[in-house]
């Protein structure tokens, strides 16, 4: 298993350099620069900007600020924000990421909490009240995007019965802000996760071993406990990757919607305000972020799954 | 009502553990099993009396008649074998025997079972699971898919000592490593920590005996035990098999397909096919004078050494009947040579033959009938 | 518990196996599933609606009536009057709007299944083929894609791109397409790869290769016909992808430009509107919904119309 997990840690450098140049050059090759615009429709004199330019090192060859910019980076210092000439980007970072990475914890463990025994049941269930009710919710939770969903929670539950605020001055002190977006966010997760372990638990039922649990007069809560839903459990983690990674992604749209102050939301602002400086360090820190995370439920797996383990 | 376990420990009591001490007991069987549990002496005239059992299969083209009517008697510590062919039924006669059929598609429509004088078509569910794992034990064909990956044999095999016993942990892995060894798994204390794929399939299969043993049944179900093993392995599997239950006075019911494997092991055998008991006796007479065609055609179709080399192997033509509504004919009779009208109008019964205990279902070879 | 003989009920009546193709088979199937049906007809509805969305629509997407505007004193509300959704703030019909959303979603759709085949299908095929290093090397290609995020990469693409003359072809969609079929094409390659790899071994390829049959024609005629039903599937469960990707960029801004009305885009004005006009924002919410919901339930259905494994049962 030692080898497993070294070669997984190795495969994450030449896959985030590759992410790291994709997204330099992309930056790079837009043809207005950072300082062409400084909002309002302003413009500055040419002088101004090429005072800029050189201070921030853009008129280097690209090479040298592809390396400067990696070196920065791999030292943890995210780099300047264009915009706002008085931050950096770690101080912007700083100040949203608690909030994000908040929700994005208790959007997990709604989805963990919820998804895993929904698809247990309806699995026990099968064909069965239940068993359709998870599957169409699955569905919908599955093709329905955050935003809709978003949408339609702000709509319902804040704009029509009032029940929660959407916007508040010190906004995620409160918690009663944090459950729309909680669940927004958590939909798409709870789908997902209820229908792997629905079809993963119908496949362990299938199995011999249940067979032979049955043999030895075991009560049926132990063996769907004991025998049953460890077994299952093992392919959802594979799965565990791809929604930690739109935990993320989904961020964007959830923090945009309901106005979280995460980073996710101040990404999409960033972007809207041409801040290349910032796009490029967030880019590289998600892309990180998403990276480790799906190694480390890579190691999870191997660590949970005995076969893989001791061998 | 609450059951105390064997060693007279109640739920409270420090030295108890997890029983199925909460199986409500609402039958009037179920009362009498309780009071059975208690001991290991035999109870009843035989070990397992099955009359006229049937279990039917609700397919989408039709319900299918896998056991029909088998009736059959087991002694105390006596090894039956249930030999035929793929899908004659033995193996649902023995999933019936435990009442592990599967349920949605299959059901037990009729019969009875007396196991040690319960009739255990009267027990609930739950009150099954008291004869499950502590009194009969069953051995699954293929080791390989019938272990659970992700615990280690060590609590598999202690489970049911746990379980019906009482045992607490230490103990049940005590038990479990004098099991393993037992089987003739070397360093048995230490391989209680394995999972499953670290052992090979000879290796699987002696875990599943243990387990099979593990509460000391009365009844032994070995469903192919080693139709899935290298040849090398399949005869120290049932050496196995047979020295522990010589050693342990248990009975086992030996399904196979290998009238050598039956041979060998078996004090009587029931011939099989499309889902009817078609001969039974002691395993001496079959083999030297059985009386139904299809017993023949099978010891016929064994190869032997003493053959001329280049010989065609001898079949019996044609394939076994399907099983949906099947008519009031013998079921052997479309591939039977000797059939005659009378075999195609109606099923035979078992009827003896030469020994009283030696019985088959031939018109032919009736006393007085065509076939010598 | 049985000591009477009881009879079990055969769950249906013996019924004699009808011959049947594949195909007729798999669409018997698809059309008992209600579900799929219910999702397939709105597909089609959709598809029409975006060939011929511009004649059906009762006003011009992008034309304003100004006057209704003002006699509502600003977005016109829904079901009633001439404007079925309402209007926005500008007096702009938000049904035509939506018809016209369908329009650049259909393309997505379109375009970018179609970029998806004609990248992912030799890729994979090739991989699947020749094996060897190509394979290695064609592989460790995709999961280098595979592990960008998706939606990271199509942001960066169309932000570096949407300046330039690339940026601003078809209202800005050019690039969308572009950018969500270069990250969508890595799940075709691979499922043709693997559908390949277990096809090339069967005795009908050693048979078309002894008659001297070319490698391409093998792979043409006879490997990827059997790869079809998956190919499919993957394909129409890949469109809610690639419309909704399109939806969130136009969400966050980027994409379809003014004064195209991408779905994303009317549900992004809609929020500024969402405590007065909540109807701007719920409409092409729910409308998105829908529509990947049908996506969704068609392929689901479609997939399990096409499982081998079920095949000669129902």
Known sequence: MLGYIIRRVLWIIPVLFFVSVITFVLMRATPSGPFDSFGGGRIAAPGVVAALESKYGLNDPPQIQYVRWVGNLLVGDLGPSYKYRDRTVNDIVGQGIGATVHLGIMAFLLAVLIGIPLGVIAALRHNGVPDYLATFVSMIGIATPSFVLSILLLVFFSVTLGWFPSQSARWWDNPATWVLPTVALAGFPIAQIARYTRASMLEVTRKDYVRTAQSKGLRERTIVSVHMVRNSLIPVVTILGPILAFLITGSFIVETIFGVPGIGRYYIVSIGQRDYGVIMAMTMLFAVAIAVLNLVVDVLYAYIDPRIRYS | MTVTNDQGRAPGDPEFSELPLDVEISTEEGRKLVSLLKDDRPHARKLLEVRNLSTHFATREGVVHAVDEVSFELDYGETLGLVGESGCGKSVTALSLTRLVPSPPGEIVAGEIIFDGIDILKLTGNEMRLLRGKKIGFIFQDPMTSLNPTLTIGYQIAESARLHLGLSRRAALDRAAELLSKVGIPKAKDRLADYPHQFSGGMRQRVMIAIALACDPMLLLADEPTTALDVTIQAQILELIRSLSDEFGTAVILITHDLGIAAGMCNRINVMYAGRIVETGRVDDIFESPRMPYAWGLLDSLPRLDEEKGARLRTIEGLPPDLINPGPECRFSPRCHYARDVCRASEPELSPRAEEDHLARCFGTEPGGWIQ | ?314
């Open chain 3, 1 to 314: 518990m049985a000591n009477q003989t009881r009879t079990l009920e055969a769950p249906a009546a013996a019924a004699p196996r009808r011959s049947a193709s594949l195909w007729g088979d798999a669409f018997r199937r698809l059309l008992k599933n209600r579900l799929a049906v219910l999702g397939g007809v709105i597909v089609l509805g959709l598809i029409f609606v975006a060939i011929f969305g511009p004649m059906l629509a009762p006003y011009e997407y992008q034309s304003q009536d100004l006057a209704a505007v003002v006699a509502a004193g600003g977005p016109v509300d829904p079901f009633v009057g001439p404007h079925f959704f309402g209007t926005d703030n500008l007096g702009r019909d938000l049904l035509s709007r939506l018809m016209d959303g369908a329009r650049i979603s259909m393309t997505v759709a379109l375009v970018v299944q179609t970029v998806v085949l004609l990248i992912g299908v030799p890729v994979g095929a090739a991989a699947a083929w020749f094996g060897g290093r190509l394979d290695t090397l064609l592989m460790r290609i995709t999961d280098i894609v595979y592990a960008f995020p998706d939606l990271l990469f199509i942001i960066l693409l169309s932000v570096a791109l949407r300046e330039t003359a690339v940026g601003k072809a078809m209202d800005g969609l050019f690039v969308v397409f572009v950018a969500i079929g270069l990250t969508a094409w890595v799940g075709m390659a691979r499922l043709v790869r693997g559908q390949l790899l277990s096809l090339k071994e069967a005795e009908f390829v050693e048979a078309a290769k002894a008659v001297g049959v070319s490698d391409f024609k093998i792979i043409l005629r006879h490997l990827l016909p059997n790869a079809s039903g998956p190919m499919i599937v993957a394909i129409t469960l890949g469109i809610p992808g690639a419309i909704l990707a399109e939806a969130t960029l136009a969400f966050i801004g980027i994409g379809a430009n003014e004064p195209r009305a991408s779905w994303g885009k009317l549900v992004a004005e809609g929020q500024t509107y969402i405590r007065a006009e909540p109807h701007l924002a719920i409409i092409p919410a729910l409308v998105v919904a829908i529509a990947l919901i049908s996506f969704t339930f068609l392929g689901d259905g479609l997939r399990d119309a096409l499982d081998p494994k079920l095949k000669g049962k129902q």
